[in-house]
């Protein structure tokens, strides 16, 4: 399954439900998507940070700022476009593991820099204290509002 969602309007949220539970992946996690065959749709592999902690009962949750040709042609996405994945790449989830300390977590995120940073919040919340500060241009570009 496949679905696009606007969030803002710059932002959207592309949502993928995996038919291949052999996917692992971390929080903070980034694929290379690429959408074969689909008109209007550049073929070419582009990299985008999973938003979401993993969980088989969810699809993976990308945020992406529509900002050149490739983002801003996201949203022309329909339903059953096949997309591809290559991945997952990256390494915040096993850096973490490895920090032994108590300290809290502090991420900076700016835009969609946030989305690798919630699913790391998420993933790590009941373990460590997490300072998440995020900044966008404008107040209609804050689409999150997570309090604990």
Do not use: C
Not at 38 to 54: K, L
Not at 93 to 109: F, N, R, T, V, Y
């Amino acid at each position: 399954m496949f679905d696009t969602v606007s969030i803002s309007p710059t932002v959207i949220q592309v949502q993928i439900k995996l038919t291949n539970n052999d996917v692992i992946y971390q929080a903070g996690d980034y694929f290379f998507l690429s959408f074969e065959g689909v008109n209007g749709i550049s073929s070419e592999p582009h990299p985008f940070s999973v938003t979401n902690i993993p969980n088989i009962d969810h699809p993976i949750v990308f945020t992406i700022r529509k900002l050149g040709d490739f983002t801003q042609s996201l949203s022309t996405l329909k339903r059953g476009d096949k997309v591809l994945l290559e991945g997952p790449f990256g390494q915040f989830s096993s850096i973490i593991e490895q920090d032994k300390s108590q300290a809290p977590l502090i991420m900076i995120g700016m835009g969609t820099g946030i989305a690798p940073l919630l699913g790391l919040a998420q993933q790590y919340i009941k373990r460590r204290k997490i300072r998440v500060i995020w900044t966008t241009k404008n107040n209609f570009e804050q689409y999150i509002d997570y309090q604990s």
